[in-house]
């Protein structure tokens, strides 16, 4: 209960500032770009955080390391909902990012140790995915309302009760870097991320799906808040019930039925599963006309979505824990954290770059500016399509063996009409 309500705080964070996008963009005279950082700076600290936070975890105690970073994280959040300027809120967003990272980086390692058995740990991963969905919800809400009633700087303060990253510039120093840290881990008599942990198949594999999957999956949160907001014409509290049905159809297949499925087909069918619901819902918004009428153009999709990420999310994090030793769990949850942080971060500027392109070409070729926006974001959600079916493909033929280790303890009667 107070892992799954400290991640709660977390959450809420991160869907509420999808919904004041456009609000804080037009206040702070935001750039389409530039209003990317306001995620990014998040996710990039997050992701930059969570393998030192995890390993901290492991060596100093778990408990220490996450009430540090809640105590960061509410910190920052009160420093975002005071920010007057582009660069105040960027930064502040930054350290809120590592708050965060610190204090989830131990929490499925922390869930795996409470719960050794398989099929008990699958119940708990779907409570933790179903906490996260409905963290989800409620920032959706409470974003547009908070947004729409008094203004995008409160949305910050909720949590109080509760306690391209510059690929083309820096992409030479960045994988300088990478090689620099392989190597001083590869030598280190106590490094940060030891590089045995790779030897696990299924680890790494589950990575590379990781943030193969959360760079669609958060990117197209972004965009899609912009389409909503720019196209359709929605206020805050719109485009946070919009989304709603996302959150609800996750939250309930993560809590009420992927343990069960998990349970009786294994963790890798649900994945791929999930994955094909996946596709299958950003291809048919990809395809959606430029007025779009909620109820006949997206309210299925976005329950379809929500859906494949109910079955994919506890799946894949089953089978990336899998083998990961109980001295390893904190390094194995920071590591699987990081990928999608960082892959979530470099989908967004990729697909917020594709559309912005897609619509400048558009706008230059004499299309109407509403058409045009459409087409961009329509675009972005194509290439998020393509980048799941890619992940699939990958996710069959690297984790093959991993439903070998397919759960025996099936659910009795009373669990099941539980």
Not at 36 to 53: D, K, T
Not at 82 to 92: C, N, Y
Request: glycine share 12%; with cysteine; aromatic share 8%.
């Amino acid at each position: 209960m107070i892992l799954c309500t400290g991640f709660l705080l977390i959450v809420v964070d991160m869907t509420i500032v999808n919904v004041a996008l456009p609000s804080i963009q037009r206040d702070l005279g935001f750039t389409q770009s530039g209003l990317a950082w306001v995620i990014n700076a998040y996710l990039i600290a997050f992701g930059g955080f969570l393998l030192l936070a995890g390993r901290l975890g492991d060596l100093f105690g778990r408990k220490r390391i996450y009430l540090i970073g809640l105590g960061i994280f509410i910190v920052a959040s009160v420093v975002c909902g005071l920010s007057f300027d582009q660069r105040m809120l960027i930064a502040a967003r930054f350290i809120q990012g590592i708050g965060g990272a610190v204090s989830s980086a131990v929490i499925l390692a922390m869930i795996v140790t409470l719960f050794p058995k398989q099929d008990e740990q699958a119940k708990a991963f779907g409570i933790f995915s179903f906490i996260a969905s409905a963290g989800a919800a409620i920032g959706l809400l409470a974003g547009g309302l908070i947004t729409q009633a008094v203004s995008w700087h409160w949305i910050f303060f909720v949590n109080l009760p509760i306690g391209l990253v510059t690929a083309v510039v820096s992409a030479r120093l960045a994988l300088a870097l990478l090689a620099a840290f392989i190597v001083r881990q590869a030598t280190a008599r106590n490094p940060i991320l030891p590089l045995r942990i790779f030897g696990s198949r299924k680890l790494s594999a589950a990575n590379l799906v990781q943030a193969l999957m959360s760079s669609a999956f958060l990117g197209f949160f972004f965009v899609a808040s912009l389409d909503l907001q720019r196209v359709l014409g929605y206020g805050p509290l719109e485009i946070g019930l919009g989304f709603l049905p996302v959150a609800v159809v996750m939250g309930l297949f993560s809590v009420r039925f992927s343990a069960l499925l998990i349970n009786r087909f294994g963790p890798l069918p649900v994945l791929v599963a999930g994955q094909v619901v996946i596709v299958c819902a950003l291809a048919v918004l990809s395809f959606g006309p430029t007025s779009e009428n909620y109820v006949v153009h997206l309210l299925v999709p976005l329950a379809l979505l929500g859906l494949g990420g109910g079955l994919s999310f506890p799946s894949l994090t089953i089978i990336a824990m899998a083998d990961a030793q109980p001295s390893d769990a904190g390094l194995a949850s920071g590591v699987l954290n990081t990928t999608g942080q960082v892959g979530g971060a470099l989908g967004l500027a990729i697909l917020a770059t594709l559309a912005g392109a897609r619509t400048t070409n558009l706008i230059h070729d004499g299309a109407g500016s509403i058409a045009a926006l459409a087409a961009g974001y329509h675009f972005a959600w194509m290439i998020g399509a393509a980048t799941v079916l890619i992940t699939l493909v990958l996710t069959i033929f690297l984790l093959r063996g991993s439903n070998a280790a397919k759960m025996e303890v099936q659910l009795d009667e009373t669990e099941a009409v539980a």
